[in-house]
């Protein structure tokens, strides 16, 4: 299975693809984490998007690009991906689809996780995430015990530093002017669905595994 999580930040595309990813054994690539642990290993990669990301702008589509092809074509995704945060430009949406065909392979959906956008704000700026097990909770709605130690692992919960409300928003305009577009490419293309992200965990959960006709 082949699967692109497609929305704004903060829709819970993560959340989803961590558990999907469990479920059906294929790997989750989450450009987003990808670029944190460049940044927290202070590759060269890193280093060049320590700074954008921290104000809430995209990282270059070249450097994007390069990041996928190299992990698209790697045997650990020789079954399937769920890739979570990318193609986040029109360009890297035309590259995927070239990098795919010259792979021999293609995309079986595109979820788009719809969710109100006060609601986003609300739930990024509460975000807090454990960085040994890759938990994500939300403040207030699943509070885990309110002193900030992961209830997995015992590890100590963060707030990224891109969850600041100022961030926050310069992150759904960046997502409005340059990812929205992307939408429109593959509803264009017959692989995107529309799935409602505001619901529980569980009930998002198994709506994918339906729309994916997996349960
Ligand atoms: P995320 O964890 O998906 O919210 O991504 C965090 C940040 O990483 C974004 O705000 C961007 O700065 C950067 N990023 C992640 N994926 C991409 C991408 N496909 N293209 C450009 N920048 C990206």
Request: aromatic share 4%; glycine share 10%.
């Amino acid at each position: 299975m082949r699967v692109i999580f497609f929305g704004p930040p903060g829709v819970g595309k993560g959340t989803q693809a961590k558990l999907l990813s469990s479920r059906m054994q294929i790997p989750q690539i989450a450009t987003g984490d990808m670029l944190r642990d460049a940044v927290s290993a202070g590759t060269p990669v890193g280093l060049q998007a320590e700074e954008i990301m921290h104000s809430g702008k995209l990282v270059p589509d070249d450097v994007m690009i390069g990041i996928i092809r190299e992990v698209l074509g790697s045997p650990r995704c020789a079954r399937g991906f769920i890739l979570d945060g990318f193609p986040r430009t029109l360009p890297q949406a035309e590259a995927l689809t070239a990098l795919l065909e010259e792979l021999g392979i293609s995309l079986d959906r595109v979820i788009n996780f719809i969710v109100d956008e006060q609601e986003i704000i609300r739930r990024l700026t509460r975000r807090v995430s454990c960085p040994v097990c890759g938990s994500i909770f939300n403040l207030g709605v699943k509070d885990p015990g309110g002193n900030r130690v992961c209830p997995n692992c015992n590890g100590e919960l963060v707030q990224r530093d891109d969850d600041r409300p100022e961030t926050v928003i310069k992150r759904l305009s960046v997502y409005h002017q340059s990812t929205e577009p992307v939408r429109t490419y593959y509803l264009q293309r017959g692989i995107l669905v529309d799935i409602q992200g505001s619901g529980s965990v569980k009930s998002v959960h198994e709506q994918i595994l339906a729309l994916l006709n997996h349960s």
